[in-house]
């Protein structure tokens, strides 16, 4: 609460957001307390909460949790929901009202989904009604602390895409030609991020 | 309306403009900070980083957000981290009757006498540059 309403530390910069995760498979009770405590931040101050869900799990289930906790499901963004393709689980999610981040791209190869079959999905979410919901970045480190991530040679290629341009190079021409609109991808980058601070 | 806590300070939902939701400026795993003799912080480094990337991201014309002005080289930044010695806990291993040559090789990622020359902290990251 303090971050959020007097500053980092003492250097008066205040946090924009909150950010949350959960384990594979399962939301541990000290998650789960995180989750109600971040709740009873966005209750007082209207900041957004962001996940993190680990191996395309529990997305569903953290929308229900911080819902049912009291969050406003347009301040709530589910995260890493592009490293699951199955079009039920991230229906299951959106069910719930709230903002999915497919924040991952350029990175599926190591999180062991291609991006192959991730684009149809992504067509097939916006064709279903879902881009008013929808949002994509990279999670993209441009310095690590400590040591690097440190890939062998061999797995370069899987992450060449996993870089902050990737979504205007790549990803928003892909798909354009999967047949969604300019206007869609617009709601998508622009107007989403908007809502989810603005809680609209 | 609520305002966005910006690292700048309070703006409006509306200056946000094209939003990328999660990305990293800094990140490391707990423990990074016990790092320190392999990776030092480097302060400069992490600034420089961010200030190339992040100014790269605003040339992004809003009116066209396909249309980078060039292509984005985010292999030269991950390569750029491999100048680091890679691993050295691990690949400080040698069976017995391996050459102190050979040793110095495995522990660095390369020959003694490079390591030597190098200079340590000679790292950079021409991503966005």
């Given at each position: 609460?303090?971050?959020?309403?007097?500053?980092?530390r003492?250097?008066?910069?205040?946090?924009?957001?909150?950010?949350?995760?959960?384990?594979?498979?399962?939301?541990?009770?000290?998650?789960?307390?995180?989750?109600?405590?971040?709740?009873?931040v966005?209750?007082?101050t209207?900041?957004?909460?962001?996940?993190?869900?680990?191996?395309?799990?529990?997305?569903?289930?953290?929308?229900?949790?911080?819902?049912?906790?009291?969050?406003?499901?347009?301040?709530?963004?589910?995260?890493?929901?592009?490293?699951?393709?199955?079009?039920?689980?991230?229906?299951?999610?959106?069910?719930?009202?709230?903002?999915?981040a497919?924040?991952?791209?350029?990175?599926?190869?190591?999180?062991?989904?291609?991006m192959?079959?991730?684009?149809?999905?992504?067509?097939?979410?916006?064709?279903?009604?879902h881009?008013?919901?929808?949002?994509?970045?990279?999670?993209?480190i441009i310095?690590w602390?400590g040591?690097?991530?440190?890939?062998?040679?061999?797995?370069?290629?899987?992450?060449?895409?996993?870089?902050?341009?990737?979504?205007?190079?790549?990803?928003?021409?892909e798909?354009?030609?999967?047949?969604?609109?300019?206007?869609?991808?617009d709601?998508?980058?622009?107007?989403?991020p908007?809502?989810?601070?603005?809680?609209a | 309306?609520?305002?966005v806590?910006?690292?700048?300070?309070?703006?409006?939902?509306?200056?946000?403009?094209?939003?990328?939701?999660?990305?990293?400026i800094?990140?490391?795993?707990?423990g990074?900070?016990?790092?320190q003799?392999?990776?030092p912080?480097d302060?400069?480094?992490?600034?420089?980083?961010?200030?190339?990337?992040?100014?790269?991201?605003?040339t992004?014309?809003?009116?066209?957000?396909?249309?980078?002005?060039?292509?984005?080289?985010?292999?030269?930044?991950?390569?750029?981290?491999?100048?680091?010695?890679?691993?050295?806990?691990?690949?400080?291993?040698?069976?017995?009757?391996?050459?102190?040559?050979?040793?110095?090789r495995?522990?660095?990622?390369?020959?003694?006498?490079?390591?030597?020359?190098?200079?340590?902290?000679?790292?950079s990251?021409?991503?966005?540059?």
């Open positions: 609460m303090r971050e959020v309403t007097v500053g980092i003492d250097t008066g910069i205040k946090a924009g957001g909150i950010k949350v995760g959960s384990s594979k498979d399962t939301i541990t009770r000290y998650e789960k307390l995180m989750f109600e405590t971040a709740v009873r966005q209750k007082e209207g900041v957004p909460i962001i996940t993190h869900t680990q191996k395309g799990t529990m997305g569903p289930q953290q929308a229900e949790l911080l819902i049912s906790a009291g969050g406003d499901p347009n301040r709530i963004q589910i995260g890493h929901m592009s490293d699951n393709t199955d079009i039920d689980y991230q229906e299951a999610t959106f069910k719930h009202g709230v903002y999915a497919w924040d991952r791209m350029g990175l599926q190869g190591l999180a062991g989904c291609p192959d079959s991730g684009y149809p999905v992504m067509v097939e979410l916006m064709k279903k009604g881009a008013s919901r929808l949002m994509i970045s990279h999670d993209f310095t602390l040591r690097p991530l440190n890939l062998p040679e061999a797995a370069l290629p899987l992450v060449a895409n996993w870089h902050p341009g990737h979504l205007f190079e790549n990803i928003i021409p798909l354009k030609q999967g047949g969604v609109t300019d206007e869609q991808i709601t998508i980058i622009r107007e989403n908007r809502r989810l601070f603005a809680g | 309306m609520t305002a806590n910006s690292v700048l300070g309070a703006i409006a939902p509306d200056e946000l403009g094209i939003t990328l939701m999660h990305e990293h800094l990140y490391g795993y707990p990074w900070e016990g790092d003799s392999i990776a912080l302060r400069g480094l992490i600034v420089n980083n961010a200030v190339a990337t992040l100014t790269r991201l605003k992004i014309p809003a009116s066209n957000p396909m249309s980078m002005p060039r292509p984005w080289t985010a292999a030269a930044c991950l390569n750029s981290t491999r100048r680091f010695p890679k691993n050295p806990v691990f690949k400080s291993y040698a069976p017995p009757g391996t050459t102190t040559k050979e040793k110095e495995r522990r660095t990622g390369r020959s003694a006498a490079a390591w030597a020359t190098s200079g340590r902290n000679a790292r990251c021409s991503c966005g540059k």
